[in-house]
């Protein structure tokens, strides 16, 4: 239904152009093609997974967790560019897994050892050295066997009151770049709530409601389940803040625990923990949370009639096409590509109620 009203303004868009107009209209089917997530490399990634909420609330790990690639994460302003991480499986078990940046035009090798010092280095080199943030995102390509084709956006974290090196409107500036990448109705928002506060006063909880009001494509992760066991089966039953998804507990890595180590304690938490051992298991634990990640993509992207789709890329390809010529820009092929198997750091920790779980 999103991609339908889409059409109409597309087929307008296209009947009207004219040929003196191209830099106009490239400038449109690019901004199409972005909010399709259409890149000329990559084919289709529907839907995008946005990561919001409070500072240190946990969202760089999340993606840590998701990926099993280590970046940066801390107290204090961490994240300060968007951080758009393109997992893609390879076809092969490589010894290592394929890491690149891109920003600014460019585009930077690297591998699980210096990923973090090199996103550090772009964030410096887009957003300063300060704490200042900026809306210029950086790009990770993730290409590792076994992980599920996801697109997941990092975003920095609310806060309110800025800190040395921000400027006053600090939270203006944050509250801007997440509306930009939650109010397209593609995008999956993935609500980040800490065990450790009242759900209620979550400022991404206010702002995911103002552009997905029914919380249709809200899913809740709530971290650190480790640090404040007390009263979270409550908190995730009671559902006071609209979660049309549904909640996922987990425990991400701490300190320098590998990644196997950190799914082990997770799984040990929820298993023995007194308090924690009550919440039901279809809702604990990161392969829970990507296999949910992975059935409302499809789901979202099942919705999205493939028709409709097609249409649109075959739309943008033809305008693309067109302009390209004019323009002398190769454009590859682009045609949807989709994966839907867990990564394989965690194909050990996936429990029974969880593969029984996604029969149903
Ligand atoms: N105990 C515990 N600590 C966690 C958990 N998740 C994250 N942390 C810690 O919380 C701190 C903040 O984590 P980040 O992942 O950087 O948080 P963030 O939301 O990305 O922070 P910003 O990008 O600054 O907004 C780090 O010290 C993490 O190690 C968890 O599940 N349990
Ligand atoms: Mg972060």
Same mark, same amino acid.
């Given at each position: 239904?999103?991609?339908?009203?889409?059409?109409?303004?597309?087929?307008?868009?296209?009947?009207?152009?004219?040929?003196?107009?191209?830099?106009?209209?490239?400038?449109?089917?690019?901004?199409?093609?972005?909010?399709?997530? +259409? $890149?000329? &490399? @990559?084919? !289709?990634? *529907?839907?995008?997974?946005?990561?919001?909420? %409070?500072?240190?609330?946990?969202? #760089?790990?999340?993606?840590?967790?998701?990926?099993?690639?280590?970046?940066?994460?801390?107290?204090?302003?961490?994240?300060?560019?968007?951080?758009?991480?393109?997992?893609?499986?390879?076809?092969?078990?490589?010894?290592?897994?394929?890491?690149?940046?891109?920003?600014?035009?460019?585009?930077?090798?690297?591998?699980?050892?210096?990923?973090?010092?090199?996103?550090?280095?772009?964030?410096?080199?887009?957003?300063?050295?300060?704490?200042?943030?900026?809306?210029?995102?950086?790009?990770?390509?993730?290409?590792?066997?076994?992980?599920?084709?996801?697109?997941?956006?990092?975003?920095?974290?609310?806060?309110?009151?800025?800190?040395?090196?921000?400027?006053?409107?600090?939270?203006?500036?944050?509250?801007?770049?997440?509306?930009?990448? +939650? $109010?397209? &109705? @593609?995008? !999956?928002? *993935?609500?980040?709530?800490?065990?450790?506060? %009242?759900?209620?006063?979550?400022? #991404?909880?206010?702002?995911?409601?103002?552009?997905?009001?029914?919380?249709?494509?809200?899913?809740?992760?709530?971290?650190?389940?480790?640090?404040?066991?007390?009263?979270?089966?409550?908190?995730?039953?009671?559902?006071?803040?609209?979660?049309?998804?549904?909640?996922?507990?987990?425990?991400?890595?701490?300190?320098?625990?590998?990644?196997?180590?950190?799914?082990?304690?997770?799984?040990?938490?929820?298993?023995?923990?007194?308090?924690?051992?009550?919440?039901?298991?279809?809702?604990?634990?990161?392969?829970?949370?990507?296999?949910?990640?992975?059935?409302?993509?499809?789901?979202?992207?099942?919705?999205?009639?493939?028709?409709?789709?097609?249409?649109?890329?075959?739309?943008?390809?033809?305008?693309?096409?067109?302009?390209?010529?004019?323009?002398?820009?190769?454009?590859?092929?682009?045609?949807?590509?989709?994966?839907?198997?867990?990564?394989?750091?965690?194909?050990?920790?996936?429990?029974?109620?969880?593969?029984?779980?996604?029969?149903?």
């Amino acid at each position: 239904m999103v991609v339908t009203s889409k059409r109409t303004t597309k087929k307008a868009t296209v009947t009207n152009n004219q040929r003196d107009e191209s830099s106009l209209s490239l400038v449109h089917v690019e901004q199409a093609l972005r909010r399709l997530n +259409i $890149t000329k &490399e @990559e084919g !289709i990634q *529907l839907p995008t997974i946005v990561v919001v909420g %409070d500072q240190s609330s946990g969202k #760089s790990s999340i993606l840590e967790s998701l990926s099993g690639i280590s970046l940066p994460r801390g107290q204090g302003i961490c994240t300060r560019v968007p951080l758009v991480m393109r997992l893609q499986n390879h076809p092969l078990p490589l010894p290592h897994p394929e890491l690149l940046l891109e920003f600014n035009g460019k585009t930077v090798f690297t591998d699980e050892t210096h990923v973090s010092d090199a996103i550090n280095i772009a964030t410096e080199e887009i957003a300063g050295s300060a704490k200042g943030i900026s809306n210029t995102p950086l790009t990770l390509v993730v290409k590792k066997n076994g992980v599920p084709d996801l697109t997941i956006v990092d975003l920095p974290g609310i806060t309110r009151v800025p800190v040395k090196g921000q400027p006053d409107n600090i939270y203006d500036q944050i509250k801007d770049i997440i509306l930009e990448y +939650i $109010t397209p &109705e @593609e995008s !999956i928002i *993935l609500n980040v709530l800490p065990a450790t506060v %009242d759900f209620t006063t979550c400022e #991404s909880i206010r702002m995911s409601q103002n552009v997905d009001k029914t919380g249709s494509r809200t899913l809740a992760v709530v971290t650190k389940a480790d640090k404040s066991p007390e009263g979270l089966l409550e908190k995730v039953t009671a559902d006071d803040v609209n979660i049309g998804l549904g909640y996922v507990c987990i425990r991400n890595r701490i300190g320098d625990e590998s990644f196997e180590e950190a799914r082990l304690e997770e799984q040990k938490l929820f298993e023995s923990h007194s308090l924690l051992s009550k919440i039901d298991k279809s809702i604990v634990g990161i392969p829970v949370l990507i296999q949910k990640l992975v059935e409302v993509q499809a789901k979202m992207k099942s919705v999205m009639n493939e028709d409709d789709v097609d249409f649109a890329v075959d739309e943008g390809i033809e305008e693309v096409d067109e302009l390209a010529e004019e323009e002398d820009v190769p454009i590859a092929n682009i045609r949807p590509k989709r994966n839907t198997k867990l990564p394989n750091h965690l194909k050990d920790f996936v429990t029974p109620s969880l593969k029984k779980g996604s029969k149903k």
